[in-house]
């Protein structure tokens, strides 16, 4: 310190520069240096901090820091403490605190600190207090000392004031007499009277263990030759014969001369804690025992073995699963206990009530079993196996009842929740590693048959695991794993451990683009590829292994060398044979040609001969109306003609319906589409569906929550659903059975689109379902032919199901069958779904008459003349005025003049170049407010804007009833 202060710049303090300090002062200082003990003087009202080495050592970290700052600087934590105590001292007062317990931060963070300090003034050279000297002591260690000790006072009089487990004693050396406390006289079996008055040591020697005894007396006589303290753990036999464990801690008390006079101490109870370290050292070596076997028969006989020495009891592993093998346990419950005196078996199975308490997972622990209530009425088969106290720990698998650790006393016995702790440690443990050892040999013989294949396959495999390499990550990988067959089959060895870019680093990037894709997508790959390192052909395939987040690719490939090399000596010699073979080939084309024409006449010829038939039929019924109705007008009796009128009639409608249903399969109707909630479609038809399938058939309606819209032709929509229907009820009869309609949403993606001949995306499914008779797939392939029909003759015309399936592939849909003989059928139709809203219904209106006109002009364009002539005359029987054209471009000639046009009537399909949309559209650029009915008898539905008509124009479809013509005609003027 003297060095520091000679050294310290004083002129940046208070006091000055050194060599200006009063004599007072300088003196000051070298006297307290020379001291040993910690002083400091404070100068100035402001205390600037002066101090020896004592002091800098009581300073800690503080130092040297502290020299020249003041008091509160220095010391902020107690700048008030010290602020108060420099005012005293420059007052010339003098005074001493002892035991001042101050909270200081010396460096290492605020602590407690006691000091006892003393305070005096310091004159200058006029005689007036111009600082404080402070002597410090700390007695910080002195009085936590004091404190630990009082503690440990608290401590022993709490210990000697519990309960049975402890007890005090002082022992007169000199008399050799032992004088105790009730307590410990009951803990060493002595009479506590006697315990009191005092006995020799011999008295209480005579409950230790005889195995203890030893021991405890050289631990006395250490103690005593080292005046030190004494401490020891053993044994006390108790007069019923219970071994109780204790520690004795005790220490010499001394006379003022030396001597030894006394030995007092106490002793505790520590059977508890002895037990629990028993049962831990049991456990471990159990674990030691288990480890070090590998045959799981072996292992409940351990088990048992450990807990039965650890205990000094009969124990058993006893297996009660019914269905389980032998294990080296006692099987089905039946008991016999290794012991010196052989027993009877028992089974637990006799006790329902134990049986039941060890399935529910509890254990069971009896102290008597003539005493308690679970054993007492059945305690004779106990008693004869010598079994006066039992404890069962179940094991459960599954909530299943497999096994029980089973320990048995000959004499009644309290059992201690240590004791069931230890045995359901010791019973877990065991069936843990009876669960691991099996898996394990389960494991092992997976990975043998793993090995066995991976060494013995044919193909060449390997697994890659790929790396950060180089050129970013993911961009090289590694061979983990390869079989013998890989360097066979590729033509390079020793590749495990060996990067890719190091074994054929000109074609890497290729190899590592593949696999990587593999990896970081999930997808599968099969690929064939040449190896240009070794010229060798692969047939490939590629698959991730291991976890998501893995790197890990397997790949299974096989040399395909010899067959690309007999594929291009095969090449070699086809085009050796390549004239030969195009003659041939145009040979053959030609004659597939003919084949094919062939095929399609039969399959024309089918089709036409159906619709000759029909139409025969039906032109049959219509000629011979019309010959009656002749002949009965020229025998002047028209009053009969009515009938064949009729008939006529109905076979006219009956060939319409004939036609539209032809061009429903040909996908040539037209449509008119709109947004259409199905299942309000079919909500609307379930009635006249009940009726239309009958009583026998229970109809069940399963309607999608959410159900999307399809823009269908509504109409068309009911026809083929009550079509279907209809085949399903012909299905089931005539026993009856079970209908179901059901709806749903449907997001197909590629593959499942695919499957359905369909486009990706949105569409909703309407499935009939009936329990009927089924269909074979020979009849599946051809229910879609026009014509065909399973159905008696008579009974069906073979267009309906064609009709559907024209009608939802121009729909933009698709219908599937699932079906299988015996079990029913499944007809699905798939419609694509409409994202815009649902347009409010029309509200309904009475059909109308056909209204009269005032003389407005309708033009007709048709080139069937009959057709033509028939409307005009229709329109003008109806007050219109009428203009007639057979074509196109003559119809737009009557359109380019000045002739008045109110509506114009026309065919889509025309002569001339122009058809009647085409007429239509040029028209409407001469007179853009012209209404337009458009009348076809077959049109594609481009034709007429692929049912999206503009405003004023509409279609109905040949043939049609004139009234209906009038009709439309007048509600489309009069609008």
């Known amino acids: ?85 420099i005012r005293r001292g420059l007052a010339g007062e003098s005074w001493s605190l002892e035991q001042q317990e101050l909270v200081l931060d010396r460096g290492t963070g605020p602590e407690s600190a006691w000091l006892d300090l003393h305070y005096a003034p310091v004159p200058d050279e006029s005689g007036q207090p111009a600082g404080v000297m402070v002597f410090v002591s700390e007695i910080t260690e002195r009085i936590r000392l004091a404190a630990h000790e009082a503690e440990a006072v608290e401590r022993l009089e709490l210990a000697l004031s519990a309960g049975r487990g402890v007890g005090a004693w002082d022992w007169d050396i000199a008399a050799d007499v032992v004088r105790a406390d009730e307590r410990f006289a009951r803990l060493y079996g002595v009479d506590p009277v006697v315990a009191r008055e005092g006995a020799p040591l011999e008295v209480f020697f005579s409950a230790i263990h005889p195995q203890d005894l030893p021991g405890i007396q050289a631990a006395i006589a250490r103690a005593i030759e080292a005046r030190s303290a004494f401490s020891k753990e053993y044994r006390l036999v108790q007069p019923d014969g219970e071994v109780v464990w204790v520690v004795a801690e005790g220490r010499c008390v001394l006379d003022a001369a030396g001597r030894l006079i006394r030995l007092p101490g106490v002793s505790f109870d520590i059977s508890e804690r002895k037990q629990v370290e028993v049962r831990q050292a049991a456990l471990l070596r159990l674990h030691d025992e288990l480890t070090a076997l590998d045959d799981p028969g072996q292992i409940p006989a351990a088990a048992a073995r450990v807990v039965g020495e650890t205990l000094n009891l009969a124990a058993a592993y006893v297996s009660l699963d019914k269905g389980a093998k032998p294990s080296g346990a006692e099987r089905d419950g039946d008991v016999t206990l290794d012991a010196k005196r052989p027993r009877q078996a028992w089974s637990p199975r006799e006790h329902p009530e134990v049986f039941t308490t060890l399935a529910q997972g509890r254990p069971v622990a009896v102290a008597d079993v003539v005493q308690d209530a679970l054993t007492r009425d059945k305690a004779a088969p106990l008693t004869a196996a010598d079994i006066h106290a039992f404890a069962a720990v179940p094991l459960l698998e599954r909530d299943q009842l497999v096994a029980m650790l089973f320990v048995t006393d000959a004499r009644p016995r309290a ?34 048959r793993y090995q066995t294949l991976f060494d013995t396959m044919d193909e060449g495999f390997c697994v890659i695991e790929f ?158 109306s019309l010959e009656l109705i002749a002949k009965r007008m020229a025998q002047g009796r028209g009053a009969e003609i009515g009938p064949y ?23 040539r109707q037209t449509l008119a589409p709109r947004a259409t909630d199905a299942n309000r479609l079919i909500g609307g038809m379930e009635d006249l569906i009940r009726r239309t399938v009958g009583p026998a058939i229970d109809l069940e309606v399963v309607g999608a929550g959410g159900l999307w819209l399809t823009e269908v032709d509504q109409s068309q929509l009911e026809n083929a659903l009550l079509n279907l229907c209809i085949n399903a009820r012909d299905a089931v009869a005539p026993g009856g059975g079970r209908l179901t309609i059901e709806t749903a949403n449907k997001w197909l993606d590629d593959r499942h689109a695919r499957e359905r001949d369909l486009a990706a995306g949105q569409y909703i499914s309407i499935c009939v379902t009936d329990t009927g008779s089924g269909m074979s797939p020979e009849i599946i392939e051809r ?186 005609v007048a509600s489309m003027i009069e609008a």
């Not at 109905?650 to 539209?660: D, E, F, K, N, P």
């Open 645 to 667: 009128v009729e008939a006529a009639q109905g076979a006219a409608q009956r060939a319409a319906t004939l036609t539209q249903r032809l061009l429903a399969f040909s996908r």
């Open 1 to 85: 310190m003297a060095r520091l202060i000679r050294d310290h710049d004083w002129s940046a303090t208070p006091l000055g520069p050194r060599s200006a300090w009063p004599q007072s002062l300088t003196t000051m200082v070298g006297m307290m240096i020379a001291a040993p003990n910690p002083m400091v003087l404070l100068w100035g009202s402001s205390g600037v901090l002066i101090y020896n080495d004592g002091y800098a050592r009581f300073a800690g970290k503080r130092h040297p820091e502290l020299l020249g700052m003041g008091a509160r600087e220095g010391w902020p934590e107690i700048a008030d403490f010290n602020d108060a105590n």
């Open 467 to 624: 790396i950060d390499g180089p050129d970013g990550p993911l961009s090289d990988y590694v061979h983990v794993e390869a079989n013998a067959a890989y360097a066979e089959h590729a033509g390079i060895g020793d590749v495990v451990g060996r990067r890719v870019r190091d074994m054929v680093p000109t074609e890497a990037d290729s190899w590592v683009s593949l696999y990587r894709d593999v990896l970081e997508t999930g997808r599968p790959i099969r690929f064939e590829k040449e190896l240009e390192a070794t010229g060798r052909w692969l047939e490939l395939a590629a698959f991730k292994v291991g976890p998501a987040g893995g790197r890990q690719v397997a790949v299974l490939f096989k040399d395909l060398t010899a067959r690309k090399r007999a594929e291009r000596a095969l090449a070699d010699l086809n085009a050796s044979l390549e004239a030969r073979v195009e003659a041939r080939t145009e040979e053959l084309q030609s004659a597939h040609a003919a084949l094919r024409q062939s095929q399609k006449m039969e399959a024309v010829g089918q089709l036409t001969g159906g619709i000759a038939h029909d139409f025969n039929n039906l032109l049959a019924g219509i000629s011979g």
């Open 783 to 968: 229910i879609f032919e026009p014509f065909f029909t399973t159905k008696p003759i008579g009974q069906g015309t073979g267009l309906g199901l064609s009709m559907i399936h024209g009608f939802v592939r121009q729909s933009g849909g698709q219908i599937r069958v699932y079906s299988e003989p015996g079990l029913g059928t499944t007809m699905c139709l798939y419609l694509p779904r409409h994202h815009g809203s649902l347009a409010e219904p029309d509200p309904l209106l009475a059909s109308p008459e056909p209204g009269s006109g005032h003389g407005e002009t309708v033009l007709v364009i048709d080139d069937e003349r009959s057709v033509r002539s028939l409307v005009a005359e229709v329109l003008r029987e109806h007050g219109y005025a009428t203009l007639e054209s057979g074509d196109g471009p003559s119809g737009l000639r009557i359109l380019d003049s000045e002739h008045r046009i109110d509506l114009l009537v026309t065919d889509v399909g025309l002569p001339g170049g122009l058809n009647g949309r085409q007429v239509a559209d040029a028209a409407r650029m001469r007179r853009p407010d012209l209404k337009v009915l458009f009348i076809t008898g077959y049109a594609e539905n481009a034709a007429v804007g692929n049912g999206l008509l503009e405003p004023g124009m509409e279609v109905m479809t040949k043939p049609f009833a004139m009234t209906d013509l009038a009709a439309k």
């Open 415 to 448: 059992w201690s929740q240590i004791d069931l702790d230890f045995l359901q440690d010791v019973a877990a443990r065991t069936r843990n590693v009876l669960e691991r050892l099996r898996a394990e040999a389960g494991r092992s013989e997976s990975q043998q």
